[in-house]
């Protein structure tokens, strides 16, 4: 059996999607705690109207990523597997820009995006039957 028809995909994929869908939910019910998410080293606005600005930033990112995690969810139970790794490849690719923003804007934190990205990249190329 290819790997790109092995079980442990999906059950990887359902995993990535519902991280996804956590960090969305987490990003848009309580924004200021998840900031942290992004690094230790970012402090989260002092004066009042910056800070409602960034609180919404904060929402728009959760709305990235609860599309991506019901974008998963959705390849994975209705569409196939073509479709599920072309998601999973967009999603890498969220998390790619994501770190590139984070070491170029904050200096650090960048693998905390790099890493899940690059395992997510991994199994989307192998749903497309890219790699193995």
């Known amino acids: 059996m290819p790997i790109s028809t092995s079980p442990i995909l999906s059950v990887s994929a359902f995993i990535f999607g519902t991280i996804f869908l956590g960090f969305g939910a987490q990003y848009i019910l309580d924004p200021r705690a998840a900031f942290q998410n992004f690094s230790p080293n970012l402090k989260y606005p002092a ?48 998390a790619g820009i994501d770190g590139y923003v984070m070491k170029t804007g904050v200096g650090t934190g960048e693998w905390n995006h790099w890493g899940y990205g690059s395992a997510v990249a991994v199994t989307g190329l192998l749903e497309l039957g890219l790699l193995g």
């Open 47 to 94: 004066l009042p109207a910056d800070a409602h600005v960034m609180d919404l930033v904060m929402t728009l990112f959760g709305a990235k990523d609860l599309f991506m995690g019901f974008a998963i969810h959705a390849s994975l139970w209705f569409g196939t597997r073509r479709s599920l790794g072309l998601i999973l490849v967009a999603a890498a690719m969220c």
